[in-house]
């Protein structure tokens, strides 16, 4: 999610490449959330296949011994000339499920995930490391219904490039701007780096053969990190997250996902939803199959649209959506939001597991 800063660095270049007549300080809002903001934390549109970032409470919860996951976002192409990924957002991971063996009732998850942000021509960076665990206790033999508790560490940079803005100190009248004049600003570093804690709850019910229900809540930040460039005592905001899912298998062929998220930080939300249904080709009679398309759409409360079309062989899943936004830079950016790809993998360690931990209609 792209704070009012990174739109400042891409408008820096905007102003320059219109105008030399104009001269903005766009700096003044390199503390980030802590300024006038709608938007504090970085968001995938597919938010269900980042689990360890969306709640930790999340983490080792699937059918199987391993998951594997990567996730690319692109936004605003349209924001600076001869950049097209000048907002971009990764994220692999991987979580293990073990223990189900000992607790009988119950398992454990651990996981590891990094997350890399860019934006602007500033290069405001931020990277981090994070180091999830959760606990699962089902509450039947059959794990029908299963309680899970989760906690999540994580270890933030921040950076920025100063060299690359354009200051109002530094504008030559007649000459343009200047970037060996002295800006002026109060800098006190490029960079700063602090731990981030995170945690969460999950409910998931079986509540018949082809019917599973879902939902979470988890509070980011809540150790309530300082974020700001110029020192101070600057701090991220709690953030309150929640999401439902239902999935209905409703044949071998045929199985549909809906669901929902909210997000609340800091006076501003996001409330997305959507649906993805999936066809199973080449399935025999009692058989899912090995091949499935998926088609389906999100949509975020005010902001975009994103039509979704995927692929899954086994285990493995890849969707990719397109952002069409909707908002008021619709005119401004022709409805180009961006590009976003996932690709999911659960295994197994041998042909033997005795699942299963989560009854999982598909993935």
């Known amino acids: 999610m792209k704070t009012s800063l990174q739109l400042a660095v891409h408008s820096s270049r905007i102003w320059k490449n219109l105008s030399y007549k104009f001269a903005f300080c766009f700096f003044i809002v390199l503390n980030g959330p802590s300024l006038t903001v709608k938007a504090q934390d970085i968001h995938f549109t597919q938010f269900f296949t980042t689990p360890l970032i969306l709640n930790p409470a999340q983490t080792g919860y699937y059918d199987g011994n391993y998951r594997i996951g990567f996730n690319f976002k692109a936004q605003w192409p349209w924001a600076a000339p001869n950049s097209t990924y000048n907002y971009h957002t990764e994220s692999p991971y991987i979580d293990f499920s073990f223990g189900e063996r000992k607790i009988k009732t119950g398992w454990m998850g651990i996981g590891l995930h990094f997350l890399?942000?860019?934006?602007?021509?500033?290069?405001?960076?931020?990277?981090?490391?994070?180091?999830?665990?959760?606990?699962?206790?089902?509450?039947?033999?059959?794990?029908?219904?299963?309680?899970?508790?989760?906690?999540?560490?994580?270890?933030?940079?921040?950076?920025?490039?100063?060299?690359?803005?354009?200051?109002?100190?530094?504008?030559?009248?007649?000459?343009?701007?200047?970037?060996?004049?002295?800006?002026?600003?109060?800098?006190?570093?490029?960079?700063?780096?602090?731990?981030?804690?995170?945690?969460?709850?999950?409910?998931?019910?079986r509540v018949s053969e082809k019917v599973k229900l879902g939902?979470?809540?988890?509070?980011?930040?809540?150790?309530?990190?300082?974020?700001?460039?110029?020192?101070?005592?600057?701090?991220?905001?709690?953030?309150?997250?929640?999401?439902?899912?239902?999935?209905?298998?409703?044949?071998?062929?045929?199985?549909?996902?809906?669901?929902?998220?909210?997000?609340?930080?800091?006076?501003?939300?996001?409330i997305m939803f959507g649906s993805l249904a999936g066809y199973s080709f080449q399935s025999r009679k009692n058989v899912v199959g090995d091949h499935m398309l998926y088609l389906g759409a999100y949509y975020?409360?005010?902001?975009?649209?994103?039509?979704?079309?995927?692929?899954?062989?086994?285990?493995?899943?890849?969707?990719?959506?397109?952002?069409?936004?909707?908002?008021?830079?619709m005119p401004t950016g022709r409805a180009n939001g961006g590009p976003e790809l996932s690709i999911v993998h659960i295994g197994k360690w041998n042909k033997e597991f005795n699942g299963k931990k989560v009854y999982c209609p598909r993935m």
Do not use: C, M
């Open 116 to 205: 890399n942000d860019e934006a602007g021509d500033g290069r405001l960076t931020s990277r981090r490391f994070g180091l999830s665990y959760a606990y699962h206790q089902s509450f039947d033999k059959k794990h029908r219904y299963v309680l899970s508790a989760g906690a999540s560490l994580n270890y933030v940079v921040r950076s920025v490039d100063y060299d690359k803005f354009y200051f109002n100190n530094q504008w030559i009248e007649d000459n343009g701007f200047d970037p060996s004049v002295n800006s002026n600003e109060p800098f006190t570093h490029q960079s700063f780096s602090f731990f981030d804690v995170s945690a969460g709850l999950h409910f998931g019910a």
């Open 215 to 270: 939902g979470g809540f988890s509070l980011l930040h809540i150790n309530r990190p300082k974020n700001s460039f110029y020192g101070g005592n600057v701090r991220l905001g709690f953030r309150y997250q929640a999401n439902v899912s239902a999935d209905y298998q409703i044949s071998n062929s045929f199985s549909l996902s809906l669901q929902a998220y909210y997000g609340y930080e800091k006076k501003s939300s996001e």
């Open 300 to 329: 975020r409360l005010k902001d975009a649209l994103a039509p979704v079309l995927g692929y899954q062989y086994k285990s493995t899943r890849i969707l990719l959506n397109y952002d069409i936004t909707l908002s008021k830079l």
